[in-house]
């Protein structure tokens, strides 16, 4: 394996905003942010949707006003009668 093709594999944290859990992984990412956690530096990564608070794994049911897009939408292009 040639060390200058291959990324190098770094120690990163991927911090979720809605919960403020952390997941502890190895990626090639890295940002500006470091963090030291249990005695080791890990780059840290925000993210805003994660496993853990993305409704697909949740079960948590959003609701999204589709009541004003489909206004919004009959009136742009809503036919005239002749």
Excluded: Q, W
Excluded at 10 to 16: A, H, K, S, W
Excluded at 49 to 75: N, Q
């Amino acid at each position: 394996m040639k060390a200058e093709v291959h990324p190098s594999l770094n120690n990163v944290c991927f911090l979720d905003v809605a919960t403020g859990k952390r997941f502890l992984t190895k990626s090639t990412m890295k940002s500006a942010r470091k963090e030291t956690i249990d005695g080791e530096e890990f780059f840290v990564v925000v993210r805003d949707v994660t496993m853990d608070s993305h409704p697909a794994y949740t079960g948590e049911k959003r609701l999204v006003d589709t009541a004003g897009r489909v206004e919004k939408f009959t009136t742009k292009f809503k036919r005239t009668r002749k």
